[in-house]
């Protein structure tokens, strides 16, 4: 899954080829404004030449959008993000609903979940280790009356520490007054 998150651009476009090509999801001024779109942003992701055989209405949609995701492909990462940017300038309701931006909603919420489920566990570990250091602290002190209230506190506590931490406990406050 965490694989799925951090994919290059040309790999989700060849995820998303078939959903966009399919069903007519994008029609004849939309491919053009996006092919437009990259011949003219800068830095250029489509010559004039490019551009102007993607734009052929000669040639069927379908063909014409394979043939410029397949293009793209093979230019490299930069001219896929491109042109999923122009996609969402042009179209951002198809944007939203391409099946790689829905595995990416998924993954992220799934992540930021497991996220908020880890926090009450982190809490009680510091908490536990502030409270030990705390009663160490209050134990180790020399003065006779705080060994004597350490032993009344430890002595009435087996159901929060357990019998054989308060046990151990017992034992090192008894061997205290005889260093």
């Given at each position: 899954?965490?694989?799925?998150?951090?994919?290059?651009?040309?790999?989700?476009?060849?995820?998303?080829?078939?959903?966009?090509?399919?069903?007519?999801?994008l029609n004849e001024q939309v491919v053009d404004k996006i092919i437009l779109q990259l011949n003219r942003v800068y830095p250029q992701i489509l010559t004039n030449a490019e551009a102007e055989k993607?734009?052929?209405?000669?040639?069927?949609?379908?063909?014409?959008?394979?043939?410029?995701?397949?293009?793209?492909?093979?230019?490299?990462?930069?001219?896929?993000?491109?042109?999923?940017?122009?996609?969402?300038?042009?179209?951002?309701?198809?944007?939203?609903?391409?099946?790689?931006?829905?595995?990416?909603?998924?993954?992220?919420?799934?992540?930021?979940?497991?996220?908020?489920?880890?926090?009450?566990?982190?809490?009680?570990?510091?908490?536990?280790?502030?409270?030990?250091?705390?009663?160490?602290?209050?134990?180790?002190?020399?003065?006779?009356?705080?060994?004597?209230?350490?032993?009344?506190?430890?002595?009435?506590?087996?159901?929060?520490?357990?019998?054989?931490?308060?046990?151990?406990?017992?034992?090192?406050?008894?061997?205290?007054?005889?260093?």
């Open positions: 899954m965490l694989y799925r998150t951090h994919q290059s651009y040309c790999i989700r476009l060849q995820h998303d080829m078939y959903f966009l090509t399919s069903n007519s999801r993607f734009r052929n209405p000669k040639a069927l949609l379908h063909t014409r959008l394979s043939d410029l995701i397949k293009h793209l492909q093979k230019k490299g990462e930069r001219h896929c993000q491109e042109f999923y940017r122009a996609l969402q300038i042009n179209a951002e309701q198809l944007y939203n609903d391409l099946p790689s931006r829905k595995i990416l909603k998924t993954t992220d919420s799934t992540e930021i979940a497991t996220d908020k489920e880890k926090c009450p566990v982190f809490f009680l570990a510091c908490f536990s280790v502030a409270a030990g250091f705390a009663l160490f602290w209050y134990c180790c002190d020399s003065d006779t009356k705080v060994l004597g209230r350490a032993r009344r506190i430890l002595g009435f506590s087996p159901i929060i520490i357990g019998r054989h931490v308060r046990k151990i406990c017992m034992l090192y406050l008894e061997d205290l007054p005889r260093n």
